[in-house]
């Protein structure tokens, strides 16, 4: 079952589609409700919690007072306090006949007070997609009163710990005596830009319909919301894939589905060859995090083309006795031009190539980086005549023809830092270009908080003027193909905000493309595996500091196999 991102245009769309193929508004308020009311009981003990719903004028309302009535029934002690509810309110009514106490808020700010005061659950069901202003008055009240027991109830500065799931018991923490759990989306997010109002609750734990909704994964609602779970509304698959919807989520059913499969009989042959490019006397690591990571992804051959100081650095490391390597000539540690020579005869023998780990930004750097990749001959030194003797120039070799290639780190600044167009000269669908928000800003001449007010537009742009698949880092990393698809990433965790962990991604996506995945399913698959394997660690070691990229690396390999669990769950 595949889980789309919406617009709030675009729910609004798709819940009159299910409506019109005859699943009514109706029942999928019920169905919302009943989702909320499910993961609550799924989480706490009925008989002592005492749960606070607070229900606004719209549909969120309904959905939160759905939940209330299910919430009774089951045994849970359930308070209402309905603020603008219109006057014939069904739902209210048929929560108050199943022993949900109702009040009116406005009237009894103190009342609800009270109730916060002793609660364990608040439901935050005032807004959700319907809101279009700024919060003031008896709402801006009433949620200060939960933000206010929300602060007294932290005991501890807990791992915020974010993860979009079909299953909620996949490892969510309940530290607090007070959780917040939003409707949809926490009162006060904006759906479509991601905009927070001041008055925003933080949400322990949001259930949202159908699909998360494109704002929730922006700066910076993102941070208001911790676990967030999609429930299924029933809306009718079909209704779901003829309905437009801005991106895909990556989900552990859709990543299950794009591993390479493994033949019984290969060898390493079968399973493809990667070549790293990278390294320089001030970045030797990189290049060996990149390898680590393509050894842990199956693929069965990997080399380090690297400058011979960085491979004396690295070739003792663990995981790396297991590369073999070819020395690049360089200048005082970086990569130049000539290195194109050595790379003519080897590159044919690779099914992938990581450029860029590694590399830094030498002057003579950029120059190799653009001849690798066919951008502009390597125009090599004028040999100096030695008396009557004149050297022959040997004949520059042709930029070599590339396979699949991910271009990462300095090799995306290599190509931000060229005077011409790159992208028409560049075969199309053949590179995974693997920006953080930074090196994006650099290759579109726009300011960092430009890419990360409209990352997913611009990734979505950039892939089809570029034709190349691009992966925009970050919380909820964008994967964006030529054609226009985009999948987002359901990964945000700081455990991976940790120096090297790029370096791992770009190994990993050049060793799935080794396997013979395309650009747009290497990335999609990698980014799901690299971001599984951050958040495997962080429940290891019970906290998100600390982990390093190398274990990054090596955890891909339980990231690969735990996948397969969740993925059949
Ligand atoms: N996706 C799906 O398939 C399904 C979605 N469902 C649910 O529907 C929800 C969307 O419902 P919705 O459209 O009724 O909007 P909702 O958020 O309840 O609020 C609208 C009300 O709020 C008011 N208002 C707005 N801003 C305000 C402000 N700043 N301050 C004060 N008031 C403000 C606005 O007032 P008005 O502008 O009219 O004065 C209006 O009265 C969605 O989030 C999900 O929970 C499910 O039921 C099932 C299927
Ligand atoms: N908060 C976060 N949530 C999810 N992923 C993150 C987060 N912070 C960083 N990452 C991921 O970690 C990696 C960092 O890459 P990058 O910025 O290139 O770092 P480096 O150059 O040090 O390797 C990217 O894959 C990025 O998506
Ligand atoms: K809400």
Redesign the pocket.
């Known amino acids: 079952m595949a889980i789309y991102v919406?617009t709030t245009e675009q729910?609004?769309a798709?819940?009159r589609a299910?409506d019109a193929a005859g699943h009514s508004?109706a029942e999928?308020?019920e169905?919302?409700?009943a989702a909320v009311a499910r993961v609550i009981h799924m989480l706490w003990p009925a008989e002592e919690t005492r749960v606070v719903v607070l229900a606004?004028?719209?549909?969120?309302?309904?959905?939160?007072l759905?939940a209330a009535r299910f919430l009774a029934q089951a045994g849970f002690s359930v308070t209402a306090f309905l603020w603008?509810r219109p006057e014939q309110d069904q739902q209210a009514e048929q929560a108050r006949a199943t022993g949900v106490a109702i009040f009116p808020a406005e009237e009894d700010l103190h009342r609800l007070q009270r109730a916060i005061e002793r609660a364990h659950i608040v439901i935050d069901?005032?807004?959700?997609?319907?809101?279009?202003?700024?919060?003031?008055?008896t709402?801006a009240d009433i949620l200060k009163i939960v933000q206010e027991e929300q602060k007294r109830s932290r005991q501890f500065d807990d791992a915020p710990l974010v993860w979009f799931t079909e299953d909620p018991s996949f490892s969510i923490k309940i530290p607090h005596r007070l959780s917040v759990v939003a409707?949809?989306?926490p009162?006060?997010i904006n759906?479509d830009t991601g905009a927070v109002?001041p008055a925003t609750v933080p949400a322990d734990i949001t259930i949202t319909?159908?699909g998360p909704?494109v704002g929730q994964l922006l700066s910076p609602a993102a941070t208001m919301q911790k676990a967030i779970i999609v429930a299924d509304?029933g809306?009718p698959e079909a209704v779901k894939e003829a309905s437009p919807a801005i991106a895909e989520l990556v989900t552990p059913a859709l990543a299950a589905t794009l591993l390479p499969e493994r033949s019984l009989l290969g060898h390493k042959g079968t399973f493809g060859r990667v070549l790293i490019i990278g390294g320089s006397v001030n970045y030797p690591g990189a290049p060996g995090l990149a390898a680590m990571a393509a050894l842990r992804s199956g693929a069965g051959l990997i080399t380090l083309g690297v400058p011979d100081l960085v491979a004396m650095a690295l070739a003792p490391k663990q995981d790396l006795t297991n590369c073999t390597w070819l020395m690049l000539p360089h200048d005082l540690g970086a990569l130049k031009p000539d290195a194109i020579k050595v790379l003519a005869d080897e590159i044919p023998a690779y099914d992938a190539l990581v450029l860029g780990p590694g590399l830094g930004q030498e002057e003579m750097t950029f120059a190799f980086v653009w001849a690798l990749l066919g951008l502009r001959a390597h125009v090599a030194p004028r040999p100096s005549g030695i008396g009557f003797i004149k050297e022959h120039a040997t004949p520059e070799p042709e930029a070599p023809t590339l396979p699949p290639t991910v271009i990462d780190a300095d090799a995306l600044n290599a190509l931000a830092a060229f005077d011409e167009e790159w992208a028409p000269r560049l075969p199309p669908n053949h590179f995974v270009l693997t920006p953080h928000p930074g090196e994006m800003a650099r290759l579109c001449g726009v300011e960092p908080s430009y890419v990360q007010a409209n990352r997913l537009q611009l990734a979505q742009q950039k892939a089809q003027e570029w034709q190349q698949t691009v992966v925009l880092k970050g919380a909820y990393t964008i994967i964006a193909a030529p054609d226009g698809h985009v999948s987002v990433s359901p990964f945000a965790t700081p455990v991976l905000a940790t120096a090297g962990t790029g370096d791992v991604l770009a190994g990993l996506i050049g060793g799935l493309l080794a396997q013979g995945l395309a650009p747009y399913d290497a990335a999609r698959l990698g980014v799901f595996l690299h971001g599984l394997a951050g958040r495997l660690l962080a429940d290891e070691y019970e906290t998100d500091r600390g982990v390093l990229a190398t274990e990054v690396a090596q955890w891909l390999t339980h990231a690969i196999s735990a996948l397969a669990n969740i993925a059949g769950e």
Do not use: C, H
Request: aromatic residues 6%; hydrophobic residues 40%.
């Open positions: 919406y729910m609004r798709l819940e299910a508004y999928m308020m169905e919302a409700g606004g004028p719209g549909n969120n309302g309904g959905d939160g759905v603008k069901a005032l807004l959700g997609t319907g809101l279009n202003r700024p919060i003031e008055g709402l409707v949809d989306i009162t006060g759906s109002d319909f159908a909704k509304i809306i």
